[in-house]
């Protein structure tokens, strides 16, 4: 969890969201860094603040710790990965020996990045199903960890501006973050469509279905179903690009 809050971006409210309430924070003003800022602009703003480091340079944890309680950082983005979720017994996909790329042998792919590879479920989607219950969000029973629940803290007390995750196992939603919060940004489980011609589908029933071990078929055009997570040959979803 210590790595990850260290990599936290922390924005400050910009004036138009924080009132004023004294000199000080009139002062302060130009600190203070706009969530509509560029890139550039908010990498300034952030060296300018007086945050502190440890000997090596980088931010310490106790630095971040302060800057929320002192109200400095109340408009924080989060960026996680896999590293989130892997003490709640989900492998990453790439470590050498431990990450679920590694151990696929059972499906007889033909490389293992297939088992979430569009063209490969169009053609044969059984591996796919065979290997989801092992991964579906509140089948495989995994509980949100320690940084997920940290992510529900800032959520509650609002000061979470947005969380974004590459991850696929809902454990933000399932802690309680605020949906609106967090953008899933190679999809999630809860819902579903047909890969054919894009019909939605019942994320429930896709679920019931893939866990029995049926490939689920739309029931427009017969072709394949699978989760809205987000295969090799798909797009991101339209909210990662649209906030």
């Known amino acids: 969890m210590t790595s990850y809050l260290k990599r936290m971006w922390c924005f400050g409210s910009s004036e138009e969201t924080r009132p004023k309430t004294d000199t000080t924070e009139k002062k302060n003003d130009k600190h203070k860094i706009k969530p509509t800022d560029d890139i550039n602009s908010i990498s300034a703003g952030i060296s300018r603040l007086d945050i502190g480091h440890a000997d090596d340079g980088s931010i310490t944890l106790k630095t971040i710790a302060r800057l929320i309680r002192e109200g400095t950082c109340n408009n924080i983005l989060v960026l996680s990965g896999a590293g989130v979720s892997v003490s709640a017994g989900i492998p990453d996909f790439r470590t050498p020996g431990t990450g679920l790329y590694d151990n696929l042998q059972k ?4 490389f293992a990045e297939a088992v979430f590879d569009l063209d490969f479920y169009q053609d ?24 997920h629940s940290f992510l529900r803290l ?6 979470l501006l947005r ?8 454990l933000e939603v399932i802690a309680g973050v605020d949906p609106n919060r967090v953008v899933e940004c190679h999809g999630h489980f809860r819902t579903a469509k047909c890969t054919n011609c894009g019909k939605t589908y019942s994320g429930d029933k896709c679920r019931e279905e893939i866990c029995a071990g049926v490939v689920p078929r739309c029931p427009r055009c017969e ?9 090799f040959g798909e797009g991101l979803p339209r909210r990662f690009g649209s906030l």
């Not at 044969?124 to 940084?147: C, D, M, Q, R, Y």
């Not at 394949?224 to 295969?231: A, G, L, R, S």
């Open 107 to 110: 499906y007889n792919l033909p």
């Open 124 to 147: 044969n989607p059984k591996p796919f199903v065979a290997l989801a219950p092992e991964i579906w969000p509140g089948v495989a029973k995994h509980s949100p960890t320690l940084t």
């Open 154 to 159: 800032l959520s509650d007390k609002n000061l």
């Open 223 to 231: 072709g394949y179903v699978k989760p809205d997570i987000v295969f």
């Open 163 to 170: 969380n974004y995750t590459q991850n696929i196992d809902g």
